[in-house]
């Protein structure tokens, strides 16, 4: 009598993990071949003439069903493999970590045919924005993934600045003078490509230039135009500096990179 | 000009304002639609408005459920919508509102799915990108691109192409350039 109840649980529990099976490989793309269906349906098969109740037919049903699927997910996988989109998964993992996001953005660019659509902002959209925002990490999570360290916050002096190599023993003043001269004397009244004129030999001269070239223009000496489609940013000087109330309002943001600067001097 | 040509040419203006203005939450009009808003020889009609949107480097591309083309459902279920006839450039890619590593996240992802005969766990995807891109961008930017239509997801979170991948990206260029077969 105590050997009645095992085969009845092992029964189940065989058909509960050839369900499981299934579901598993159909769920993570496994290689449906590593299943031996012929095999688990010699081992079923017995059981479907012991069910003597609805719960056990049902068992044997959805095993049935799932190694049915399996045969489907090999006739799936036979296609696929013949077909001219296959790739070796290990293969494209190695490539993918191997490139940077800047050529894998390009790659995925020259395969892209954008459809057109007309867009407005609409509640989705907004609630889009929302979810970005509320997504973000605090500050701190930020700044520790970019490997900076809190310090307590201080002044520099003049010496401290010439001592680390930043304002060459200018003072700012100094520099806006030196530069807004620089640009009236090189780019007249039509302007000069920004990176033309913030170039120079080394990569700290040149971020100095573009820290000094903001401030000429948040200040009234100069103005920037940035067209992104043409890549383009012009540098036009004022011949005398405009009050804040005559400047605009409008940001632009500039990024300086080794890697962005050697694209753009190419 | 013949009555027929008349009526064709409205039905080429009627076929573009549907086309090229959403009607519905997502872009594009099945080919029932058009078939009961254009007629039955509404084939003609949308060929004939392609030939049109070619100077303007657009063109009407067709999307079965299945992937690019109407031959597995016929073309009354297949989605017409109008697209790039060539690919952008970087810097129009950027003016359509692109940050270049949202593109990268979204070519690796592309790229890791194909790879796994079109669907992957969320949870596998997720761990390939954070090799690669800050953490915390890693799940907006796939919420992002289920809600864009480039990804579809079920409920066991196994990532799928989604309708927009179908429709913009062609995945046999994708994937060979990806392996370098194509320069």
């Not at chain 1, 943001?253 to 050697?262: F, H, K, M, Q, V």
């Not at chain 2, 990268?104 to 890791?112: C, E, F, R, W």
Request: aromatic share 8%; proline share 4%.
């Amino acid at each position: 009598m105590s050997d009645l109840p095992r085969p009845k649980k092992r029964e189940g529990e065989v058909l509960e993990r050839v369900v499981d099976l299934a579901r598993i490989v159909r769920q993570r793309s496994l290689d449906p071949f590593d299943v031996n269906v012929i095999d688990l349906f010699d081992r079923i098969r017995p059981f479907l003439r012991k069910a003597k109740d609805l719960k056990a037919l049902r068992m044997d049903l959805l095993a049935v069903l799932g190694l049915s699927d399996i045969v489907a997910m090999q006739e799936e996988w036979i296609e696929h493999r013949s077909s001219l989109l296959y790739i070796d998964p290990v293969l494209t993992l190695v490539r993918i970590d191997s490139l940077d996001p800047v050529a894998l953005a390009e790659i995925l660019v020259h395969s892209m045919h954008p459809v057109t659509e007309k867009e407005q902002l609409t509640g989705p959209r907004l609630r889009e924005a929302t979810e970005y925002w509320l997504s973000l990490p605090d500050r701190d999570q930020r700044i520790s993934e970019l490997g900076a360290d809190y310090a307590e916050t201080g002044a520099l002096t003049r010496e401290d600045l010439d001592r680390m190599g930043l304002m060459k023993g200018r003072t700012f003043e100094e520099w806006i003078s030196l530069l807004w001269g620089e640009l009236l004397e090189r780019a007249g009244e039509d302007g000069m490509s920004y990176w033309d004129f913030i170039r120079a030999e080394a990569y700290e001269d040149t971020v100095l230039r573009a820290y000094v070239v903001s401030h000429l223009c948040s200040l009234g000496y100069a103005t920037i135009r940035a067209s992104p489609l043409e890549e383009e940013v012009l540098l036009k000087p004022f011949p005398e500096k405009l009050s804040m109330k005559d400047l605009g309002t409008e940001s632009v943001s500039i990024a300086l990179t080794r890697e962005g600067l050697e694209r753009v001097y190419e | 000009m013949s009555d027929d040509t008349v009526s064709l040419r409205r039905k080429v203006k009627r076929a573009a304002h549907l086309l090229l203005f959403k009607h519905h939450m997502d872009p594009g009009v099945k080919g029932w639609e058009l078939r009961r808003l254009l007629g039955p020889r509404y084939r003609e009609v949308i060929q004939l408005l392609d030939a049109e949107l070619k100077d303007l480097d657009l063109t009407v591309k067709i999307v079965s459920e299945g992937g690019e083309g109407e031959e597995a459902e016929g073309p009354s279920r297949s989605r017409f919508y109008v697209t790039m006839r060539e690919a952008p450039t970087m810097s129009e890619a950027k003016a359509m509102g692109w940050r270049v590593d949202d593109l990268g996240a979204l070519s690796a992802t592309l790229t890791y799915i194909l790879s796994r005969r079109g669907k992957a766990p969320r949870s596998e995807v997720e761990e390939m990108l954070r090799r690669k891109f800050p953490e915390w961008k890693v799940d907006y930017n796939l919420g992002r691109f289920v809600r864009r239509g480039y990804l579809a997801e079920d409920k066991d979170k196994i990532l799928y192409l989604g309708w927009r991948t179908k429709a913009e990206i062609d995945q046999k260029k994708l994937l060979d350039l990806l392996l370098g077969k194509e320069a």
